[in-house]
């Protein structure tokens, strides 16, 4: 998760969820159905548009939905991905800002006392704390499957070029199969590949895979259609003549 804080405005400027929810909403397009697009959960929509980043899967993730939501509305997808940064970066700060340091307070015997047993066990408790979210992490990264954003081509096109480009992006460390073919991942999780079509309908399988063996599959469906040319006038004039 994105760090247990609650995003809070620190100027009066507007942020990547109000952007996001004022374009959407001025398209007309539910958060159900632009979810349904993107093949993003409709909550996680709901969080980005609130500002709400305490309620969303890692940042890899998020900067995926950002990129993936600002490309669909026509925004500057980068533009877009460094004010999420920059508004993640600005919170935390607030949150780890030190407080204004009380008065001391007169010595009161209700006070705890801090002896090395308490110290031992606070530090304890820590380390257990830390060990435990490892452990945690690397069994969740064990059983889940990896990230994957198919952008083009979309289901169902149709096109007159017998070669078609398809782009996406992932995670990092996880390979990826167009076709049962490897093709090559950049190091920021993107991949873009050109395949040839046969005419007719064509399935193209996008599977990304990582080094646990998960895997997360993507079928899109492509008519290629030959591009039929037009009969020269003076060989139809002449046929008819003849």
Known sequence: MLGKFKTKKVVESVTV???????????????????????????????IENDDYGNLPPEV????????YAEFVGFDASKMVNMFKREVTVNDKIEKAPKETPKK?????NYPIVTPRVVTVFFSAIIVVVVGYYLWHQISSFSSKPYLLVKSPSENAIVENPEISVEGETEKEV??????????????????????????????????????????????????????????QDYLKNNIEG
Do not use: W
Not at 105 to 109: G, L, R, T, W
């Open 17 to 47: 969820g109000e952007c996001f929810k004022s374009k959407r909403e001025e398209m007309g397009i539910t958060v159900h159905d632009l979810g349904a697009k993107l093949k993003i959960k409709p909550e996680y929509i709901e969080s």
């Open 105 to 109: 307070a007169k010595y009161d015997s």
């Open 175 to 232: 390979s990826i199969e167009i076709n049962g073919q490897s093709v090559y991942v950049s190091a920021d999780g993107k991949f873009k590949e050109i395949i040839s079509l046969q005419p007719g309908r064509n399935q193209i399988t996008v599977e990304a895979k990582n080094r646990f063996e998960k895997s997360t599959k993507e079928d899109i469906d492509v008519v290629y259609q030959k591009k039929i040319d037009a009969v020269p």
């Open 61 to 68: 993730y998020v900067k995926g939905f950002i990129r993936a």
